[in-house]
């Protein structure tokens, strides 16, 4: 039963001129386990006795409860969207509300977390596992147009955007450490060979 029940039966009896005792004695008799405590029944006793009539909650001071809104989380995620090196603390003062809350939005509502200093989803989902492998691919075929490959060493004339190519090949397939680790051996060896 809802609160504002409770409160219309104390109410009901209270108004045929049963004391808070006996109104909480007949609230265990029908409600048993369930029904109000006698602090309660006393209060609201009470509060009709001085002319209550409302058996609302009263209106609190403050800001209301409801910043974890959906609105709210969209506008955090386009921000981070915007600038994944923004902080938290410019997004609180952005959206007008407490850093704490923007941290449970970015943790638990949009499941990402801060790493080295850019904000990234904490598990990467199919559609971002399927971006890396078509970004991959692209970067791949623009190697091959280079003429470079991972498993010829550079030569001379080896261009730093050889070096950049496969720097963000083994970024986006950083999944496979075996083929990171050779791509990070041939940046440095593609380094290596056009700077000496």
Request: glycine letters at 6%; a positive charge.
């Amino acid at each position: 039963m809802e609160k504002i029940e409770y409160r219309a039966v104390i109410k009901f009896l209270f108004l045929k001129g049963n004391t808070p005792s006996q109104i909480k004695d007949e609230l265990d008799s029908v409600y048993g386990d369930s029904a109000p405590s006698f602090t309660t029944v006393k209060f609201w006793a009470a509060e009709f006795k001085r002319g209550r009539r409302s058996l609302e909650d009263d209106e609190r001071p403050g800001r209301p409860k409801t910043v974890t809104t959906n609105d709210n989380i969209a506008k955090v995620h386009q921000l981070v969207l915007d600038d994944r090196r923004i902080k938290v603390r410019e997004i609180a003062e952005i959206m007008k509300m407490s850093k704490e809350r923007v941290c449970h939005i970015l943790n638990q509502d949009l499941g990402m977390r801060k790493l080295s200093a850019r904000w990234v989803p904490g598990l990467l989902t199919l559609d971002h596992k399927l971006a890396r492998m078509n970004i991959s691919s692209a970067l791949f075929g623009r190697v091959a147009e280079l003429g470079a490959s991972l498993g010829e060493p550079p030569v001379k004339g080896t261009t730093h955007e050889h070096c950049t190519i496969v720097a963000a090949i083994a970024h986006a397939t950083s999944d496979s450490n075996a083929f990171m680790g050779d791509c990070v051996a041939y940046f440095i060896a593609a380094l290596t060979v056009a700077y000496t």
